[in-house]
């Protein structure tokens, strides 16, 4: 016999999924817009590769295959990775970082809701560590859709030919490149930047902002995590650029390239290892925003965010316990 | 002037479906033929019932007396016979008996002899007497004893709310007795208010109800005031409708008084009138009938009216699979209709699979923190539901477990469809077993340890006489012989001494005052014949002393 209360009226996991998924769109529409169809291609792969694994899965663990593989929360894991990835990357390493993603970063760890960290996150960390090389070629925008099928099937890389720098890319190799000497404002004319952000990838990022507002307005994700992530990363940004301008780069290229707007309202937004107290959020938000500035700043990667919200997962137990908000009845001056 | 109002954390929004059952005007039933009063209706004792089998009751007429200072009395609600004094299936989710008076009605529904209640005369604490005789307690659901609410606290109270919110879908009971008697409500409030010595009283109703608000503005008098406030579930809890209407939080583990508040239901409000005006006693209360019925509807039902015949008056459907008490977000289903209407039941909700849907199969949670949204209690029901799971009961309690009021929001609300509430439920349970274990355990150790405690003190006890004996008696043996063997030896060892040789006589004369053994003293030919028994066991070797072997 069930208990009250009789009456539901709640969005299904599968729904909010659904909705992540429609959220994506905007973004990917502009990247393919931009840079070619390829990353359909990574995309169809990441998919695949996670159903496959969670099925896997799910039968080895004994769950029931129908209810956890329709909740489309192993597809935005994928997706997620596929968009993450150079959309030229070979077809094994997609497969690879998702398998990564679905079998170790969640099932291991107990499926749906029990994993302490981003999956995403953990096959983007693995892939760059394992594969620095591959991880940094991303298409030349005048690439045609042929030729990145071929380049994901396995074809011979000329690599000079076929790929371009990510604009952080250009910016650390400029600044290292120049030593002493070295002008962010000069590096900035070079071709990999547009007007604000990267050449082409303001459009991408300008889809994912487009996405995250939809899932603001839908209610999906709380206004605390894209806030804190996007105040701290341009509150940093401002600080240095404001010290050292000929050093540091803008805050609103810092906005406006690499997983910036993918990660503020897609990717710390993860409700299972992110934070869940509205205190705790802006804190898990903000912290990963200064470390991965910190990381694309000073550290030996372009950009840091998968290692940033990683470190940030790890302290959600302890962010959450301290942040908890006042139950009614307990609240200063109620006594 | 225009009541500011405060906002509690969350809250649901479900669809009410009150049209349905306020269509129609306050119905009667025909006098059922057997009414049920279950002796316990209230919170506090249980009331000892003043009638016998075979006695004669009329309408009014007390038949259980309240028992201690938390207990309110129960009346028959219709003239007749008292035809057994039982255990009967009660109308709680647990279906256990509980005691009950069975009255036979006789039709005539004759009154008891009832006079005028000269309450202005009367001192408070005679005036409460009468609310407990007349069985006032709160008709909002938890059936507390009204005359323990109406005495004024340490301070001052200075605000009386009334509940008219009825947050919960369906439920209409409240809004129609409001469209109705609104005159009688003001009147008990004001009586009330009186009691209290309030500066003003509130009226909270939800502004989904505007009939209920234009007849209680209209019946309501000098410093009573009806306000509207937003309809959101739960905003008809106690601590949720004195935060809106006064912005007090009323801290965890408080009562409403030591705010200098008050909070009574409509439902009271309009009984107290009836009470005091009419010389009334809580007999009947207005039931919403509705649901998966062909003609839902309001009541009035006699307590003790079996559920079956007030449901059979709104006609259910034939795919009703099951009949709750109460609404859907707190009520429960009824174990069996045979049970019988009681002061707390404000509904009978008749459910249809397709009404109330079974939910659909519990996933795994997501912490996606939907249910934190919608928690009034603003409680983390996730961080619950994860601690409940894992038995890490200590850490619930640290999350303020108990001040889960069990509205239901999160589990209304969780997109994995996991039924929050029962976690809470059978994790409250699990602690409160535990905690009685841990009082048996406490009284037994407890016990233990006295009785540990008793027996040292016992052997202490026999020590120390034991002692002081003996000394007497040294102080004796030395007083009795103080020249022996003087200038010898030191008076301590002339005491052992004397101690040694006392023992010594003691023993010499019990050896000698042992009686004679059975073979001292035997005449000749037996010893001849013990002997001749002798001999032969010398002959046989010892071999007699073993017994034969088994072969």
Redesign the interface.
């Known amino acids: 016999m069930s208990h009250s209360p009789y009456l539901r009226e709640s969005r299904s996991v599968r729904q909010i999924m659904l909705q992540v998924l429609l959220a994506l769109l905007p973004g990917i529409v502009a990247y393919v817009w931009q840079f070619g169809a390829g990353v359909l291609i990574q995309l169809l792969l990441a998919s695949t590769a996670a159903l496959a694994a969670e099925a896997a899965m799910l039968r080895l663990r004994r769950k029931p295959l129908g209810l956890y593989l329709g909740d489309l929360s192993a597809i935005v894991t994928a997706w997620l990775i596929a968009l993450s990835l150079p959309p030229i990357g070979p077809w094994w390493m997609v497969v690879l970082a998702t398998l990564c993603a679905i079998v170790v970063a969640k099932h291991l760890y107990g499926g749906l809701g029990q994993n302490p960290f981003n999956p995403a996150m953990v096959a983007f960390c693995v892939m760059i560590v394992a594969f620095p090389a591959q991880m940094s070629q991303w298409p030349d925008a005048g690439l045609d859709f042929g030729q990145q099928l071929d380049l994901i099937l396995g074809g011979e890389r000329v690599l000079d030919a076929i790929t371009a720098a990510t604009p952080l890319d250009a910016l650390r190799t400029g600044l290292r490149a120049g030593g002493a000497e070295a002008h962010v404002a000069e590096i900035l004319q070079g071709a990999a930047f547009g007007t604000v952000g990267g050449r082409g990838w303001e459009w991408v990022v300008a889809g994912f902002a487009l996405g995250g507002l939809y899932l603001l307005w839908q209610r999906i994700i709380s206004w605390h995590l894209p806030a804190a992530f996007l105040l701290t990363m341009a509150l940093t940004a401002t600080l240095l650029w404001g010290m050292h301008p000929e050093r540091f780069a803008s805050p609103l290229l810092h906005l406006a390239t690499g997983g910036t707007m993918l990660a503020a309202f897609f990717i710390v937004t993860d409700p299972v290892s992110g934070s869940t107290t509205p205190k705790g959020k802006l804190v898990f938000a903000g912290g990963a925003a200064f470390i991965a500035y910190m990381i694309r700043s000073f550290g030996n990667y372009p950009d840091g965010i998968a290692f940033a919200v990683l470190l940030m997962n790890i302290c959600v137990p302890l962010i959450d316990m301290y942040t908890q908000p006042p139950v009614f009845g307990h609240k200063r001056g109620s006594s | 002037m225009l009541q500011k109002l405060f906002k509690?954390?969350g809250g649901?929004k479900?669809d009410s479906r009150k049209q349905d059952s306020t269509r129609q005007p306050i119905r009667s039933l025909p006098l059922p033929s057997e009414l049920i009063v279950p002796l316990h209706q209230s919170i506090g004792g249980t009331p000892r019932p003043l009638v016998r089998v075979g006695d004669r009751v009329l309408k009014g007429e007390r038949i259980g007396a309240a028992e201690g200072p938390v207990s309110a009395a129960v009346h028959a609600p219709s003239s007749g016979i008292v035809r057994a004094i039982e255990d009967r299936t009660m109308p709680h989710?647990s279906g256990l008996p509980a005691s009950c008076v069975v009255i036979e009605a006789d039709g005539d529904d004759r009154w008891f002899e009832r006079e005028p209640v000269p309450w202005k005369s009367m001192k408070g604490d005679e005036l409460r007497d009468y609310l407990r005789d007349a069985g006032i307690v709160g008709l909002g659901g938890a059936t507390f004893p009204s005359h323990v609410k109406l005495r004024a606290g340490a301070k001052p109270t200075h605000t009386l709310v009334l509940n008219g919110a009825e947050c919960e879908?369906f439920i209409t009971c409240d809004d129609m007795l409001m469209r109705e008697r609104a005159a009688e409500i003001i009147r008990g409030a004001g009586i009330m208010a009186q009691m209290l010595a309030v500066e003003r009283v509130l009226i909270g109703i939800e502004d989904n109800k505007p009939d209920a608000l234009a007849a209680m503005r209209a019946a309501a008098a000098d410093g009573i005031e009806v306000v509207a406030i937003p309809t959101l579930y739960p905003a008809g809890g106690e601590?949720q409708l004195l935060?809106v209407l006064t912005g007090?939080?009323?801290?965890?583990?408080?009562r409403p008084l030591e705010f200098g508040l008050q909070c009574f239901n409509v439902g009271t409000a309009y009984r107290m009138a009836r009470a005091i005006d009419h010389a009334e006693p809580l007999i009947s209360r207005i039931v919403t009938v509705a649901g998966n019925v062909e003609a839902p509807a309001n009541y009035e039902v006699l307590v003790g009216t079996p559920i079956d015949a007030l449901l059979a008056a709104g006609r259910p459907r034939p795919d009703t699979d099951r009949v709750?008490m109460?609404g859907?977000?707190?009520?429960?289903?009824l174990p069996t209709t045979a049970a019988p209407v009681v002061k707390a039941t404000n509904c009978v909700l008749a459910?249809s699979p397709s009404l109330?849907?079974?939910?659909?199969?519990e996933?795994?949670?997501?912490?996606?923190?939907?249910c934190?949204d919608h928690c009034?209690?603003?409680?983390?029901p996730?961080?619950l539901y994860w601690f409940g799971r894992s038995h890490n009961f200590g850490k619930a309690q640290e999350?303020?477990l108990f001040?889960c009021i069990?509205c239901?929001c999160c589990?209304?609300?969780?997109?994995?469809?996991i039924?929050l509430?029962?976690y809470f439920?059978f994790t409250k349970s699990e602690i409160w077993a535990r905690e009685r274990d841990k009082t048996a355990a406490d009284l037994a150790r407890e016990r233990f340890e006295a009785r540990n405690e008793r027996q040292e003190r016992e052997k202490r006890d026999k020590a120390e006489r034991l002692a002081a004996k003996a000394e007497a008696t040294r102080k004796k043996l030395v007083d009795t012989e103080p020249v022996a063997g003087a200038g010898t030896a030191s008076p301590a060892e002339e005491a052992k001494k004397a101690l040694i040789a006392a023992a010594l006589e003691r023993a010499k004369q019990q050896k000698s005052s042992v009686k004679p053994r059975n073979t001292d003293n035997l005449s000749a030919d037996k010893q001849a014949e013990i002997d001749e028994i002798e001999a032969r066991r010398a002959r046989a070797g010892g071999r007699t002393v073993e017994p034969p072997e088994n072969s």
């Open positions: 509690f954390h649901v479900p989710p879908p601590k935060r007090v939080e009323v801290a965890a583990g408080r709750l109460g859907p977000m707190m009520g429960f289903a459910g109330l849907p079974p939910p659909p199969p996933m795994a949670c997501i912490r996606c923190g939907t934190a009034p209690v603003d409680l983390q996730f961080e999350y303020h001040d069990e239901g589990s209304y609300v969780c997109p994995s469809n039924p509430v029962d439920r």
